[in-house]
């Protein structure tokens, strides 16, 4: 699958984006997916991820309650909401796809993905 994610830019602290990742190539309502951030000199982390039908969704700690994923399956899309974004929010997002029942759930690793979009940089900074 194709997934190519948008939205990223520069925010000052306490404000909000919103992501999107577009996909497409496959099922998009037989998918998981995922969304991870890496910052510079920093490993790729975990950041949320929803399953197929919007029946579950699940957040690192250092997100919930701040951010949230959701998606329009009729649009082959997945967002990822966040406010109350903080410096340490700042990284480039991925969103990844998983095809739903062939990994634990919660799948909370990078290697537990298949498909990768290219990145959207957040910057935090006043």
């Known amino acids: 699958v194709q997934l190519v994610e948008s939205g990223g830019g520069l925010v000052q602290p306490g404000g909000s984006l919103r992501l999107s990742c577009a996909a497409s190539?496959?099922?998009?309502?037989?998918?998981?997916m995922g969304w991870f951030r890496q910052a510079p000199g920093k490993e790729r982390e975990f950041v949320a991820v929803?399953?197929?039908?919007?029946?579950?969704?699940y957040y690192a700690d250092s997100v919930k309650g701040r951010f949230t994923v959701s998606r329009d399956n009729a649009k082959n899309t997945v967002y990822l909401q966040m406010n109350s974004l903080k410096p340490e929010d700042a990284a480039v997002y991925y969103c990844?796809?998983?095809?739903?029942?062939?990994?634990?759930?919660?799948?909370?690793?990078?290697?537990?993905?298949?498909?990768w979009g290219q990145g959207t940089q957040v910057t935090v900074s006043s």
């Open positions: 990844a796809a998983v095809q739903r029942g062939s990994s634990r759930w919660p799948p909370r690793e990078d290697y537990e993905y298949d498909d």
């Open positions: 190539g496959r099922t998009f309502s037989a998918l998981r």
């Open positions: 929803i399953s197929w039908n919007s029946g579950n969704t």
